[in-house]
């Protein structure tokens, strides 16, 4: 029986590179359910932002339909977004550009 030798390539017409250090962004949206001072008082418990920092926030998620509240690592991008689905409101991670 013949054998065949194993043949590594040594060149690819793609390349992987991973950034680990590239953050990810918490997005919060906004929804017809929660008042404006809820939204605030969850800013300012999950992310200990001051009042005035928790408002503006806010105020873009409810005159855009969005805010970027945080841009983090991934692992602790997560558990803002997890906190924030606890307490009702709809958040989602993305890569940061």
């Known amino acids: 029986m013949p054998t065949t030798t194993p043949v590594r390539e ?4 793609t390349e992987t590179r991973v ?3 590239r953050p990810w962004d918490v997005i919060v949206w906004d929804d017809p359910v929660n008042l ?3 939204v605030v008082f969850v800013f300012r418990r999950v992310f200990s932002y001051p009042e005035p920092v928790a ?3 806010m105020l873009e998620v409810h ?6 509240v945080a841009s983090e690592p991934r692992e602790q ?3 803002y977004v997890q906190q ?9 991670m993305e890569r940061s550009s």
């Open 19 to 21: 950034d680990p250090d």
């Open 36 to 38: 404006m001072s809820y």
């Open 55 to 57: 408002r503006k926030l």
């Open 84 to 92: 924030l689905h606890g307490y009702g409101l709809q958040a989602t």
């Open 77 to 79: 991008a997560e558990m």
């Open 10 to 13: 040594t060149g690819t017409d």
């Open 63 to 68: 005159q855009k339909g969005r805010a970027l």
